[in-house]
């Protein structure tokens, strides 16, 4: 079913011209006809290398369906050689470094500890399982005589809706960067506190995608070691 679905929303957008962009309007979100997390491709400064940096401008956006960085070349888009940028900074501000998998996420907060950059890295990701669901709804309302139409109809339905995205967030320690699970939090935080975090957790309303709560955590637990 994934690589059905998937095959269904992002073939057609790879070769498409730059100025087949979403129209402007604040309500905006990411469709399986333009799966990017901004609205345009923006200039950006990209940097790549990580002992010999370099630095260059180019219209860049990320992917949701696989977190990758896209750039706009001569009204073409592509994707970004895995392993070959280290940091991607935006005129508003907004600063993207690759997680695992060479996944990139927004740099939500960005501290010292014991002297070396300490981060916490949002990835807004595709939420398969919704998107699964949502394909399968379409075809079962579709059902009819004309079965085959109709889930070409369903088809096309599902690519200019909004794609479901889900908040993941990952924590930069002692240059180690994790995805921010309670499991991988309760290996790295202070032994001491593991029994405190489980009922801090508890008690606190802990969501693992709400960024608050991540925040929390943070200022407690690795802040606090």
């Not at 014991?114 to 981060?119: L, P």
């Not at 399968?136 to 085959?148: A, G, M, N, P, R």
Request: proline content about 4%; hydrophobic content about 40%.
């Amino acid at each position: 079913m994934n690589k059905i679905l998937t095959t269904l929303l992002f073939t057609v957008f790879a070769t498409l011209p730059i100025s087949l962009q979403a129209q402007k309007n604040k309500d905006w979100t990411p469709t399986g006809v333009w799966p990017f997390i901004n609205q345009q491709f923006r200039a950006a400064t990209v940097y790549t290398g990580v002992f010999n940096r370099s630095k260059t401008v180019v219209p860049c956006n990320i992917h949701v369906g696989s977190q990758t960085l896209w750039y706009n070349q001569n009204d073409t888009l592509m994707e970004a050689i895995p392993g070959s940028v280290v940091r991607v900074e935006f005129p508003n501000g907004d600063r993207y470094m690759p997680v695992g998998n060479n996944q990139f996420g927004l740099i939500v907060k960005e501290d010292s500890i014991d002297g070396t950059i300490a981060r916490i890295i949002l990835v807004r990701a595709l939420d398969q399982n919704a998107l699964d669901q949502k394909y399968v709804d379409h075809l079962t309302k579709s059902q009819s005589i004309y079965s085959e139409i109709s889930d070409a109809e369903a088809g096309k339905k599902t690519e200019e809706e909004p794609l479901p995205l889900v908040n993941v967030f990952y924590f930069q320690v002692r240059s180690e960067i994790f995805q921010a699970t309670s499991k991988n939090i309760l290996t790295r935080i202070n032994p001491k506190r593991k029994k405190e975090f489980r009922t801090f957790r508890r008690e606190a309303e802990i969501i693992s995608t709400n960024e608050s709560s991540m925040l929390k955590i943070w200022n407690e637990y690795f802040l606090k070691y």
